[in-house]
T-cell receptor, first 114, second 115 residues
Framework: AQSVTQLDSHVSVSEGTPVLLRCNYS??????LFWYVQHPNKGLQLLLK??????LVKGINGFEAEFKKSETSFHLTKPSAHMSDAAEYFC????????????FGQGTTLQVKP | NAGVTQTPKFRVLKTGQSMTLLCAQD?????MYWYRQDPGMGLRLIHY???????AKGEVPDGYNVSRLKKQNFLLGLESAAPSQTSVYFC??????????????FGQGTRLTVV
């Protein structure tokens, strides 16, 4: 069975400092992995995706993530946080098979302090 | 280009009432999903569909029914609402390209309160 674990439920950083949101996955097969962002009272927006191409994936708004098979990790990073980055972030794995089902992590709330 | 549209956006129900949430997508996607989002639990899959006329149970299907009579629409029904169904509901759609599953596109959500 596939699963995803976000290691921090809450992360707080100062504006201008780096962001690291951690995600580990479990999958018997080479997975497709995604990071989504949700701003308060909004829907979910795709930040970036990994689908077995380059292991370093660049996304929108300066975010990137690196797929590390040996560590079963897909951590999200950004060099310099902006106030507008404050939101909830979800790491997601796509279930192998014909359904396209997505398994969500429990989310990490990013707080950005001025 | 509307993407995925959910109606209604907000609803308050009394315990025991029924209602239907509508999801419409204009991207010709094969796959459609209904998720619920509760604090601290991420999104959990209720039901999904891999094509017109087909539906399947997800992680938390009890108390819900779905139908996909047309490719672009996916309906979520609550026959007898319970307070435990108070949640934010998201519809999503996706497709595959060269046998690789793509990301899902989400609607803006429906905030449902059952009193």
């Amino acid at each position: 069975a596939q699963s995803v674990t976000q290691l921090d439920s809450h992360v707080s950083v100062s504006e201008g400092t780096p962001v690291l949101l951690r995600c580990n996955y479990s999958s018997s097969y080479s997975p497709s992995l995604f990071w989504y962002v949700q701003h308060p009272n909004k829907g979910l927006q795709l930040l970036l995706k990994y689908t077995s191409a380059a292991t370093l994936v660049k996304g929108i708004n300066g975010f990137e993530a690196e797929f590390k098979k040996s560590e079963t990790s897909f951590h999200l990073t950004k060099p310099s946080a902006h106030m507008s980055d404050a939101a909830e972030y979800f790491c997601v794995v796509s279930v192998v098979g014909n359904t396209g089902k997505l398994i969500f992590g429990q989310g990490t709330t990013l707080q950005v302090k001025p | 280009n509307a993407g995925v549209t959910q109606t209604p956006k907000f609803r308050v129900l009394k315990t025991g009432q029924s209602m239907t949430l509508l999801c419409a997508q204009d991207m010709n996607h094969e796959y459609m999903y209904w998720y619920r989002q509760d604090p601290g639990m991420g999104l959990r899959l209720i039901h999904y569909s891999v094509g017109e006329g087909t539906t399947a149970k997800g992680e938390v299907p009890d108390g819900y029914n779905v139908s996909r009579l047309k490719k672009q629409n996916f309906l979520l029904g609550l026959e007898s609402a319970a307070p435990s169904q108070t949640s934010v509901y998201f519809c999503a759609s996706s497709y595959s390209r060269n046998r690789v599953r793509t990301e899902a596109f989400f609607g803006q959500g429906t905030r449902l309160t059952v009193v």
